[in-house]
């Protein structure tokens, strides 16, 4: 199993533009979370899906959108990217337990 | 509020030396579980140990383990016979549920940096 993997690793956006990171993972979870590390703030969470073509919003939802068409992936997009959004994002599954499996990160910067 | 504190954002410990990382959350949830996850340089995240607020036995596992003291709020992390690969950020994480949705929230701490020392 690759477990849960992060595409793409590092990326550069200008503000106002758009992308998509993509999260999948070959464990058949049920759960799938997007959060973002920030120095000093720990992970927040910005939407996470309980199940296929469901979504719910985290503690930070704005100016980030998901889906979750097909169960083993997790899309977060940005529409319109900002400074403020740069960040580590981090991709989380987990199945009826209590663990979450991370993936490696997406380094992220806007300028 | 529902919070997670970790105080020490740095900590070093001597190779095969003992180090505890402090960590203390606020909830009015009886029922939740408790994490340590440990991020090395390479930012993968991964789970150190856990911890089920209705046990009172501590949580072990090998070198690493907890002093859960409920009534405080405090879940501390013990590293004995510290190794280099030690060296990493440790988040301190809790888990509730959410009643309204009936789904799990997870809260992390903002992470203490510990430097295991040759």
């Known amino acids: 199993n690759a477990g849960v993997t992060q595409t793409p690793k590092f990326r550069v956006l200008k503000t106002g533009q758009s992308m998509t990171l993509l999260c999948a993972q070959d464990m058949n979870h049920e759960y799938m979370y997007w959060y973002r590390q920030d120095p000093g703030m720990g992970l927040r969470l910005i939407h996470y899906s309980v199940g296929e073509g469901t979504t719910a919003k985290g503690e930070v939802p704005d100016g980030y959108n998901v889906s979750r068409l097909k169960k083993q992936n997790f899309l977060l997009g940005l529409e319109s990217a900002a400074p403020s959004q740069t960040s580590v994002y981090f991709c989380?599954?987990?199945?009826?337990?209590?663990?979450?499996?991370f993936g490696p990160g997406t380094r992220l910067t806007v300028t | 509020a529902q919070t997670v504190t970790q105080s020490q954002p740095e900590m070093s410990v001597q190779e095969a030396e003992t180090v505890t990382l402090s960590c203390t959350y606020d909830?009015?949830?009886?029922?939740?579980?408790l994490f340590w996850y440990k991020q090395p340089p390479s930012r993968q995240m991964i789970l150190v140990i856990r911890q089920e607020a209705y046990k009172q036995q501590n949580a072990t596992e090998n070198r690493f383990s907890v002093n859960f003291q409920k009534a405080a709020k405090s879940f501390s992390l013990k590293i004995s016979d510290s190794q280099l690969g030690d060296t990493a950020m440790y988040f301190c994480?809790?888990?509730?549920?959410?009643?309204?949705?009936?789904?799990?929230?997870?809260?992390f701490g903002t992470g203490t940096r510990l430097k295991v020392l040759a």
């Open positions: 909830t009015s949830e009886n029922n939740y579980y």
């Open positions: 989380a599954s987990r199945l009826d337990g209590y663990e979450q499996y």
């Open positions: 994480a809790f888990r509730l549920l959410i009643h309204t949705s009936g789904t799990y929230k997870y809260i």
